[in-house]
Every structure is written in C-alpha cells, then in structure tokens.
Nanobody
Framework: QVQLVESGGGLVSAGGSLRLSCVLS????????MGWFRQSPGKEREFVAA???????YYADSVRGRFTISRDSTKMTMFLEMNMLKPEDAGVYYC??????????????????WGQGTQVTVSS
C-alpha cells in the first residue's frame, strides 16, 4: 500500500511563508490527482489545492494567489508553497491521492490515499 508522508509544517508569523512536502513511499502508477486538505479544531476538513497528473491545478478561493501547488518531475513528491499566511490558515494539513485523474479535485471523498498530516500554526 502506497503511503503519503507530509513534512514542512511549523510555526510562522502572519505574513510569513512555509513549504509543505508530500512524498510517496514508492514509485507507483496508482496515485494520480493529488491534493492538500486542512482541518482546524472545531471545523470540518476543507479543500486547499489539488494537482492533476497533467499538472493542471485547482485552488480554494481562500488561498488562490497566495498558495502554489506543484509536483516534481518524478511525480513522487508534491509541494504546497504557502505565502502571506494568515491566522485562519492554521490547522493540520493533509496530503491525499486519488486512484484516478478524473475525480472531483475538491472532494475529500474522491481521495483514496491520505497522509498523517503536518501541523501549521500561524501567529498573529
């Protein structure tokens, strides 16, 4: 079973930047569309960004223009560059992968693989 491992979370001041990474545990052709979701205490998990195998990208309105999702050439690592961070961006960030490249990119139900999450804290 492919595993997804996130890293790069931490504490940052408002206006600062962080770069999250998500690495696949093995080379596989069973993970296509990949995405980032986040969850903060008392709130439901929410979509942040997604990237297709073709590298077409999708963003939540709340992060568009500040966050950038990307994938390396091997497609084994996905990144989320987060700039101009706000306190409301804080939460546990999860990377996820779909078994197809045609699922709804913003729906968590379409994702089969999930990482354990990495904490992002933004101080005001």
């Amino acid at each position: 079973q492919v595993q997804l491992v996130e890293s790069g979370g931490g504490l940052v001041s408002a206006g600062g930047s962080l770069r999250l990474s998500c690495v696949l545990s093995e080379r596989t052709f069973s993970v296509y569309t990949m995405g980032w979701f986040r969850q903060s205490p008392g709130k439901e998990r929410e979509f942040v960004a997604a990237i297709r195998w073709s590298r077409h990208t999708y963003y939540a309105d709340s992060v568009r223009g500040r966050f950038t999702i990307s994938r390396d050439s091997t497609k084994m690592t996905m990144f989320l560059e987060m700039n101009m961070l706000k306190p409301e961006d804080a939460g546990v960030y999860y990377c996820a992968g779909q078994k197809t490249d045609s699922g709804n990119p913003s729906s968590g139900n379409e994702y089969y693989y999930w990482g354990q999450g990495t904490q992002v804290t933004v101080s005001s």
